[in-house]
């Protein structure tokens, strides 16, 4: 899914898709309660090396988008900041490495299990 306008994503499932589950190309992107997996990559924002503004993802299930060279999270091309926490990496701990770009950006304050107001884990 892409758009040029805000987009907000809440209390659905996004799987099994040969791209990114989401991808937004503007800078204006909620994403909340979503299940996000098996697709070719997660949730990817793209915007050019504009200012980032109005990106949120929260309280989702984030995993298990793993193609070669892709994330479950990866915001490219930007300055500032997005608002990334309370979310389910499938794994306790949150992201690793190799499914969040780019490299250091991290959620804070990660969930230990899947979302509870997330469609189930598939």
């Given at each position: 899914f892409a758009s040029s306008t805000p987009v907000s994503i809440s209390g659905g499932v996004i799987s099994h898709s040969g791209q990114d589950g989401v991808y937004e190309a503007s800078s204006a992107l909620t994403v909340s309660c979503e299940t996000v997996t098996g697709n070719h990559g997660g949730v990817s924002v793209s915007s050019d090396g504009s200012i980032l503004q109005g990106v949120s993802i929260t309280q989702s299930n984030l995993y298990g988008n793993a193609a070669v060279?892709?994330?479950?999270?990866?915001?490219e091309g930007s300055t500032g900041s997005a608002a990334v926490s309370h979310n389910w990496w499938g794994q306790a701990g949150g992201p690793t490495s190799t499914q969040i770009l780019p490299a250091g950006f991290t959620d804070p304050s990660p969930l230990s299990a899947p979302s509870t107001c997330a469609p189930p884990v598939p």
């Amino acid at each position: 899914f892409a758009s040029s306008t805000p987009v907000s994503i809440s209390g659905g499932v996004i799987s099994h898709s040969g791209q990114d589950g989401v991808y937004e190309a503007s800078s204006a992107l909620t994403v909340s309660c979503e299940t996000v997996t098996g697709n070719h990559g997660g949730v990817s924002v793209s915007s050019d090396g504009s200012i980032l503004q109005g990106v949120s993802i929260t309280q989702s299930n984030l995993y298990g988008n793993a193609a070669v060279s892709t994330y479950d999270l990866s915001i490219e091309g930007s300055t500032g900041s997005a608002a990334v926490s309370h979310n389910w990496w499938g794994q306790a701990g949150g992201p690793t490495s190799t499914q969040i770009l780019p490299a250091g950006f991290t959620d804070p304050s990660p969930l230990s299990a899947p979302s509870t107001c997330a469609p189930p884990v598939p």
